[in-house]
């Protein structure tokens, strides 16, 4: 009875997990070179094997929990937008983004310019990097970026290179796998820090003009929030029935011995 609480009540937090990084997903819809994420679940065995008191194949087994979020690294569809400061990474890699002080890397390339100059995000926070790890200046003119990142600031006829942006690829990343959010973690904003040791220079072809949109497919998404709640209710009510009848024995049993 006891082990039957404990797996419903393991059960509905999982399924109100699931509910959460499904709505999520569903939040970041529209945002550009977004990753959908994903619950990953690991079985418990039974607690009579974990205390060590039976042993043997047991079809019956200790429930479920998740163990992390991962993120699902599929390229995402490219919307052509017309913008020049608006950049899609076609093939592997990412953009390289700094706060001064720390590194992140992107799939968005919804740049604009700040006051100073400088190529940012689109929330102005993160300065754009080139392939030596500097900010790019492109003050002065109309920005025009080629395939392979080299970006020219026009003016007249007066054309001038302001470097080439940087691309970065991790062989953990491309690998794939549940343990790549051991090294390359989400930290929100279309964000992630690198925490391994095998990043590389170099990427996919960019195409400029364009933005790589969200992975998210909404209606999978509602489908997972809704199969989600159902099966939280499901074991919700699981508990209480458990929880009653285990109420009803020991007020039962308390009866009997007062006899």
């Known amino acids: 009875m006891i082990d039957g609480i404990y797996i419903s009540a393991a059960g509905a937090l999982i399924q109100q997990a699931r509910h959460d990084i499904a709505a999520n997903n569903v939040a970041n819809v529209n945002t550009v070179g977004f990753k959908k994420q994903l619950a990953l679940l690991e079985s418990r065995p039974p607690e009579a094997l974990i205390q060590g008191l039976r042993s043997g194949d047991w079809s019956a087994g200790g429930g479920l929990f998740i163990d992390r979020t991962v993120t699902d690294f599929a390229e995402g569809a490219f919307e052509h937008t017309g913008n020049p400061l608006d950049v899609a990474l076609k093939g592997k890699g990412f953009f390289a983004v700094s706060d001064g002080e720390n590194t992140f890397y992107t799939r968005a390339g919804n740049f604009s310019i700040d ?7 689109a929330n102005g926070k993160y300065r754009v990097l080139n392939d030596a790890g500097q900010p790019i200046n492109v003050r002065g003119g109309e920005v025009e970026i080629s395939r392979d990142g080299a970006v020219f600031v026009s003016q007249g006829d007066t054309v001038e290179g302001r470097g080439v942006i940087g691309l970065v690829t991790f062989d953990e990343v491309e690998a ?5 959010s051991k090294v390359f973690e989400h930290v929100g904003e279309s964000l ?7 990043a590389r220079e170099g990427g996919g072809m960019i195409a400029q003009g364009f933005l790589e949109q969200s992975t998210v497919n909404v209606v999978e998404e509602l489908v997972n929030m809704i199969e989600g709640f159902r099966a939280y209710e499901a074991n919700m009510m699981a508990l209480r029935n458990q929880d009653a009848t285990l109420q009803r024995s020991v007020t039962q049993v308390g009866r009997i011995s007062q006899q």
């Open 115 to 121: 006051p100073d100059g400088f190529l940012v995000t």
């Open 176 to 180: 794939g796998g549940p343990d790549v």
């Open 192 to 198: 992630y820090r690198y925490h391994g040791e095998l």
